[in-house]
């Protein structure tokens, strides 16, 4: 298994330019989730998904996009970057939508930098 | 609403020597509890949890937490850290139902030679 993919690992961008971060996972985990990580806030939830269709806000979804076509994949879409996106972004899953109790498996992370 | 609070945003041990990373918590509800590590320039993954029964949890490379509900307090403790623990620690809490984790800031563990 690999796991939780993530690409690409680096990005930079320019102000108002758009972009999708892709999120793969083959374990076949129903709960999908993005993270951003900024230093000294830890780790911030910006969507996720219980399951192919079904998507929902987390706490900072403002900017951001997302879908779930397919149990796999779990796209973030910046619609216009700012410099406020800036950050590391994790993508996350894990078996069951709805335990609370599960491993959540992370993937190595996307550094965006907008200028 | 939940929350998680890591007081120390760094801490610095020599090696060999016993650390504490501290974490509370505040939640109206019953909560399952989490560690996870991020080594340099990884993802994070999963040190240890807590669902429910014994309140001592260990992982397999040797730390410790203890579930402490009165003081709402899930510490992680180690007597012995070496060079390769170096890493980022975040708390974690999530309850029934609900997938979705609350992080603590984190807390930077560096090992001193």
């Known amino acids: 298994n690999a796991g939780v993919t993530q690409t690409p690992k680096f990005q930079v961008l320019k102000t108002g330019q758009s972009m999708t971060l892709q999120c793969a996972q083959d374990?076949?985990?129903?709960?999908m989730s993005w993270y951003r990580q900024d230093p000294g806030m830890g780790l911030r939830l910006i969507h996720y998904s219980v399951g192919a269709g079904i998507t929902d806000q987390g706490e900072v979804p403002n900017g951001y996009n997302v879908s779930r076509s397919t149990t796999e994949d779990f796209p973030l879409r910046l619609l216009s970057a700012a410099p406020s996106q800036t950050s590391v972004y994790f993508c996350?899953?894990?078996?069951?939508?709805?335990?609370?109790?599960?491993?959540?498996?992370f993937g190595p992370g996307t550094r965006l930098t907008v200028l | 609403a939940q929350s998680v609070t890591q007081l120390d945003s760094q801490v610095p041990v020599f090696e060999e020597a016993p650390v504490e990373l501290r974490c509370n918590y505040s939640?109206?509800?019953?909560?399952?509890l989490f560690w996870y590590v991020q080594y340099p320039n990884q993802g994070l993954q999963l040190l240890l949890k807590?669902?429910?029964?014994?309140?001592l949890v260990e992982s397999i490379n040797g730390f410790e937490a203890e579930f402490n509900k009165s003081q709402t307090s899930f510490h992680l403790r180690k007597p012995s850290v070496h060079i390769s623990d170096t890493a980022e620690y975040f708390c974690a809490v999530g309850y029934f139902g609900n997938e979705k984790l609350t992080f603590g800031t984190g807390t930077r563990l560096t090992i001193i030679p």
């Open positions: 374990m076949n985990h129903e709960y």
């Open positions: 939640s109206s509800v019953s909560v399952y």
């Open positions: 996350a899953s894990s078996q069951s939508g709805t335990s609370g109790a599960d491993t959540q498996y």
């Open positions: 807590y669902l429910s029964g014994s309140t």
